[in-house]
């Protein structure tokens, strides 16, 4: 196999990694999120320490995704806005601590 040939193998393999990161980035947020929302549907605001586990769980996963599409470059945070519906107390406590 030639350089320019094992070079481009690399590349196309990292470029499946990064896709695959991003993946399951965006699916942990979005299991979080929905674990909220099925919470805030179906129990009253009784169980304060458990939603505030959930919100900051979901507020992780927020930043975790806003982090790993920056750093590839991605930077329109209107798209996760819109594309996951993200509240905007998660928006609010999205950052790192």
Known sequence: MSDEKALKSVEHEISGEKAG?????GRK???ALD???RFDERTSLANPVAR?????AAADAFWAYVVQR??????DSDYI?????????????????
């Not at 990161?21 to 980035?25: D, F, M, Q, V």
């Not at 505030?52 to 900051?56: A, D, G, M, N, Y």
């Not at 920056?70 to 930077?75: A, K, N, R």
């Not at 806005?81 to 601590?97: A, D, L, N, S």
């Open 35 to 37: 674990n909220l929302q």
């Open 21 to 25: 990161a991003i993946g399951r980035s």
């Open 52 to 56: 505030v586990k959930l919100v900051e």
């Open 81 to 97: 806005r819109r594309e996951y519906r993200v509240p905007p107390e998660i928006w609010q406590r999205g950052r790192p601590r």
């Open 29 to 31: 947020l979005r299991v």
């Open 70 to 75: 920056e750093s590839m470059g991605l930077v």
